[in-house]
């Protein structure tokens, strides 16, 4: 019988044990085993293993997270952590490895087939949606979902009180959630990474729609919105183990300035974690459970080095190297229809 490692990394999302489970049915039947690596990349540093069997996967459809845990850990940063993975790797005696992540944990996973574990396969994860090469990743639906919910709940609040209601989403340097969130939940004004905040213009938006007898405003803005000619603004200046900032905190000074210029109460609301807690919605199940099914068959093929990856609608498989090599941002166009409704 063939062993296959499975791994999850980076941040959580809802839609991750779907996919473990349909790898674990689907490889099953194909005659493979598998063992389970604990909290991503740490888990192979520090030789962590359970078995994942039929039992392990049984009832985890609906539940968010990752049964195995996960951890932004890149065993690149710190000296003699890649030979302990690549020595515990061997030690496991795996004949592949199906790594679920976003761009730093496929990013590791790249390098990874070049340094010593040739035998990956890649699934892609995140809230985020700035994988290349997939029209969508798991987690971002759910994501989108829950903002959703909670623009719809800050409007009737805002309405009573006569206030405008910035909104801040997450997406690291992507304005996905924000946009699709925002046009979903019919925001006033979207403000994504791609497009720098002009602050006269919001407010003369928001002045305009006051004028024809509003008296409250939805703003959704993007942890990762950067004011024209200011710095991206983040919590801490300590940097993650891939070099990423902590972002956060765009919505406060973005209310402060609306306040000070609009003369309109304003208020925040940071919707942080939340956005990634929590069970997923149909569409992230069924694409993480295609994903899964995608995986077992590229294992099967030993088509290693591949990303499983949605495109128009069918599952096809892309070269991992090209789905870490840039971040997928927002469409203009999209954005352009979101501005269709601001003001
Ligand atoms: O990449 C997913 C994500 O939720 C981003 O949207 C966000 O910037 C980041 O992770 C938050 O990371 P952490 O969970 O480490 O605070």
Redo the contacts with the bound molecule.
């Keep these: 019988m063939s062993k296959a490692g499975v791994l999850t990394g980076?941040?959580d999302?809802p839609g991750l044990n779907p996919v473990i489970r349909a790898i674990v049915r689907k490889g099953l039947n194909e005659g493979y085993e598998f063992t389970g690596i604990k909290n991503g990349w740490m888990g192979l540093i520090e030789n962590d293993t359970v078995p994942l069997d039929l039992g392990a996967v049984s009832g985890i459809l609906p539940k968010g997270g990752t049964i195995l845990g996960t951890s932004?850990t890149n065993p690149y940063k710190k000296e003699g952590d890649l030979k302990k993975l690549i020595d515990n790797y061997k030690k496991l005696n795996l004949e592949a490895l199906v790594v679920i992540g976003?761009e730093d944990t496929l990013g590791v996973a790249n390098k990874l087939t070049k340094d010593g574990i040739p035998n990956i396969i890649g699934v892609p994860k995140?809230?985020?949606n700035d994988l290349s090469c997939t029209d969508y990743t798991f987690g971002f639906d759910t994501a989108l979902n829950v903002a959703m919910e909670c623009i719809d709940r800050l409007h009737t609040t805002a309405e009573s009180h006569h206030r405008i209601i910035v909104v801040e989403v997450?997406?690291?340097h992507a304005g996905w959630?924000a946009v699709e969130s925002g046009i979903a939940g019919g925001a006033d004004v979207i403000l994504i990474p791609e497009v720098p905040i002009d602050i006269k213009e919001v407010c003369e938006l928001i002045k305009k729609r006051h004028s024809r007898g509003k008296t409250f405003s939805i703003v959704v803005v993007a942890?990762?919105a950067q004011f024209k000619d200011k710095e991206l603004i983040t919590q801490e200046e300590k940097l993650?183990a891939f070099g990423?900032v902590?972002?956060?905190g765009i919505g406060d000074r973005l209310a402060v300035e609306i306040e000070k210029r609009t003369g309109y109460e304003t208020r925040v609301s940071v919707l942080g974690?939340i956005?990634?807690g929590g069970s997923p919605t149909a569409f992230d199940r069924v694409l993480g459970t295609r994903f899964g099914v995608k995986a077992v068959e590229l294992l099967k093929a030993k088509k290693f080095g591949r990303m499983a990856a949605l495109a128009s609608n069918k599952i096809i498989d892309v070269p991992l190297q090209d789905a870490v090599k840039e971040l997928k941002t927002v469409d203009i166009e999209l954005y352009d229809i979101a501005k269709v409704f601001f003001g």
């Design positions: 980076g941040g999302c932004r976003g995140t809230i985020d997450m997406g690291r959630i942890e990762g993650d990423h902590r972002l956060g974690h956005q990634r």
